[in-house]
């Protein structure tokens, strides 16, 4: 497999224990607890995902990003990447910097980690630093505020690599196999759409409009032009789609024909978002170049979450650091469908306004609610048979998060299940 250089020009490399391997390695470890989101941070570092972050950051990185928005080291980047943990599981399990730990989650071996540093945060400063605000009724504020002020950094290796359930397999790829994808459709320019929402026709229209700012001086060869849709798959809110009909509704675009397949792919990152708004958008960028992608797709209130962010936030920030990225924003409007015009439309060109019909998630949210077919207009007739396929199958008849969902969906994925301790 060729070498397959990550955002900030680094090679990636996939740090899995290899089989010989585990058994030496995670026998008699100290075993540390860690949640669904550090697991998901755990799997991204280790496969590059996030490189060149190859592992939770030390104290010295976690200042630089909160407060210039880069690495030590100078490298952009604007999420910490922190593993809490609390004082009295440092106490009693006499860690130390220099220790070897085993992450488990639900009783699974994750990774083994060596300690580099142990050092307290303020949570408070760091949630006034990535989400410009302190305030709780902010989710990503409310999880910060949640955690504990200890930290332990150190480098990740996996100990085995997850392996993904249905319908979640057939639509997961590393940075590496993305790359393979991407050389075998023979794509040079690759936009990325990040989404965590069934596709309205709204949605494919912007889709369309990325590929085309996106195949530039491509014109005369369009199939070596892609949009990769990249959906965020992690911790779910009730009301939030399932993660099942967004990857099957996505997918369903290029089965019917609305994309040709040699222009179209979905795959998924797993992710918790942070709703960080303009600064998600940016991390949300260096994932997407981690995965070989040259565009990145940023429409109105990206990332944001209430009213904690202006609607075009996110566009401002990512023009001050543009040039920092190897991968090129294309700034998108709010759309809607015109009836004077005849056509889905937005604020750059359409002055009918007052008389158009917008792309109304509540309104999609009931359509689907009350199980009628949507006019073409709005959803095509194969996206909402896949979503509701999928609401039965995967959802507990809904295909929005609900209570019953959250507690009894399939597991997206699994590890190895190696006994630890005999």
């Known amino acids: 497999m060729e070498d397959v ?23 008699d470890l100290v075993e540390l607890n860690i949640d669904a989101q550090a697991t998901h941070e755990v799997i991204d570092m280790a496969l590059g995902f996030l490189s060149p972050v190859e592992g939770f950051m030390g104290y010295n990185d976690v200042q630089s990003v909160a407060e210039n928005m880069e690495l030590s080291d100078g490298t952009l980047w604007s999420i910490p990447i922190t593993l809490n943990i609390r004082e009295e599981d440092i106490k009693k399990n006499h860690l130390s910097e220099g220790d ?6 639900d009783g699974k071996a994750v990774a083994v980690m060596k300690i580099g540093e142990i050092f307290s945060v303020d949570n408070r400063k760091l949630s006034e630093s990535i989400y410009g605000t302190d305030n709780t009724k902010h989710p990503g504020v409310k999880r910060t ?12 290796t996996l100990v085995s690599r997850p392996i993904f359930n249905e319908p979640f397999d057939r639509f997961w790829k590393t940075p590496r196999e993305h790359a393979d994808l991407f050389k075998s459709k023979g794509w040079k320019h690759i936009v990325a759409h990040q989404t965590r929402n069934v596709p309205h026709t709204g949605h494919e229209w912007l889709m369309k409009y990325a590929w085309f700012s996106a195949n530039e001086d491509l014109g005369v060869d369009p199939v070596q032009t892609g949009v990769l849709v990249s959906a965020v798959v992690g911790e779910k809110r009730l009301g939030d789609y399932i993660d099942e009909a967004i990857l099957l509704g996505q997918a369903s675009l290029s089965e019917a024909g609305y994309f040709k397949k040699d222009v179209h792919a979905v795959s998924f990152i797993l992710w918790d978002m942070r709703y960080a708004g303009p600064r998600e958008a940016i991390h949300h960028a260096i994932m997407r170049a981690n995965l070989g992608c040259t565009h990145h797709m940023f429409g109105r209130d990206h990332a944001g979450v209430g009213d904690f962010y202006k609607p075009y936030d996110a566009h401002h920030l990512l023009q001050q650091v543009k040039d920092k990225l190897p991968i090129k924003p294309v700034f998108v409007l709010e759309n809607w469908f015109c009836p004077v015009c005849g056509e889905i439309t937005n604020a750059a060109f359409c002055g009918h306004e007052s008389q158009s019909e917008s792309f109304s998630g509540s309104l999609i949210r009931s359509i689907l609610l009350d199980g009628v077919r949507p006019t073409k207009r709005i959803m095509r007739p194969e996206v909402y048979d896949a ?12 295909p929005f998060v609900t209570e ?9 994925y699994d590890f190895m299940d190696l006994k630890v301790k005999a």
């Open 5 to 27: 250089k990550g955002y900030s020009g680094k090679l990636i490399r996939e740090n899995v224990l290899q089989e010989g391997q585990r058994k030496d390695y995670i026998s």
């Open 100 to 105: 070897t730990v085993l992450l488990m989650n």
């Open 145 to 156: 505020m949640s955690k504990p002020e200890k930290c332990i950094s150190g480098k990740i």
């Open 387 to 398: 979503v509701m396929t999928s609401a039965k199958k995967y959802g507990f008849g809904s």
């Open 404 to 412: 019953q969902y959250m507690n009894g969906r399939s597991r997206i």
